[in-house]
């Protein structure tokens, strides 16, 4: 009898780890984009500008997200180490976008990509010139352009704040990732 109920206590715990464990969500992967600025001017502003544009991508994940009628942004933001499932993500972007300092990591990754932004002085209205260029290994081991999106330019005039100015830089450089 008390084997019966042994083996009886074993299958119930089996029955409840096997449900357990066809519940689990399955997570989003995360796609990694290096960052690399090249700063043409090395002025107190140019570095202001990639300190504050650095700082925005590195700081949090990105997901995407179809804009609404009510909102202009195409993507949410999750923290560093915030995870999410797949099935909540969008059909055709099912990764999390990961930016990281090329500085500050061995991009062995064969599946990344690396983003340089070069950093140019607009010669009026105190703007700055970013020309974006995508790169990926793709089996080999040194880095491939793969996308030339071109030059971004913001004029000073245009922003109320530099945090404006910031996030829109930022959101143009997320935004090449989800294309």
Same mark, same amino acid.
């Given at each position: 009898?008390?084997? @019966?109920?042994?083996?009886? *206590?074993?299958?119930? *715990?089996?029955?409840?780890?096997?449900? %357990? *464990?066809? &519940?689990?969500?399955?997570?989003?992967?995360?796609?990694?984009?290096?960052?690399?600025?090249?700063?043409?001017? &090395?002025?107190?502003?140019?570095? +202001?500008?990639?300190?504050?544009?650095?700082? /925005?991508?590195? &700081?949090?994940?990105?997901?995407? +997200?179809?804009?609404?009628?009510?909102?202009?942004?195409?993507?949410?933001?999750? %923290?560093?180490?915030?995870?999410?499932?797949?099935?909540?993500?969008?059909?055709?972007?099912?990764?999390?976008?990961?930016?990281?300092?090329?500085?500050?990591?061995?991009?062995?990754?064969?599946?990344?990509?690396?983003?340089? @932004?070069? @950093?140019?002085?607009?010669?009026?209205?105190?703007?700055?010139?970013?020309?974006?260029?995508?790169?990926?290994?793709?089996?080999?081991?040194?880095?491939?352009?793969? %996308?030339?999106? /071109?030059?971004?330019?913001?004029?000073?005039?245009?922003? +109320?704040?530099?945090?404006?100015?910031?996030?829109?830089?930022?959101?143009?450089?997320?935004?090449?990732?989800?294309?």
């Amino acid at each position: 009898k008390k084997n @019966v109920m042994f083996l009886f *206590c074993i299958l119930i *715990c089996l029955s409840l780890f096997t449900m %357990s *464990c066809n &519940k689990k969500e399955k997570f989003a992967p995360e796609q990694n984009y290096y960052l690399e600025f090249v700063d043409n001017y &090395k002025t107190e502003d140019t570095e +202001r500008l990639i300190q504050g544009i650095k700082s /925005g991508l590195l &700081k949090e994940n990105f997901i995407f +997200r179809a804009p609404d009628n009510n909102q202009n942004n195409f993507y949410s933001t999750l %923290s560093n180490e915030e995870k999410i499932e797949t099935a909540k993500l969008d059909k055709f972007h099912q990764k999390i976008h990961v930016f990281k300092d090329i500085k500050d990591y061995n991009a062995d990754d064969k599946e990344a990509f690396k983003i340089r @932004v070069e @950093v140019n002085n607009l010669e009026t209205d105190h703007g700055f010139l970013l020309n974006i260029k995508i790169f990926n290994k793709q089996g080999h081991k040194d880095w491939q352009q793969y %996308s030339n999106p /071109g030059d971004f330019e913001y004029k000073g005039s245009e922003f +109320r704040s530099e945090f404006e100015f910031y996030q829109r830089a930022i959101d143009n450089i997320v935004m090449l990732t989800f294309k």
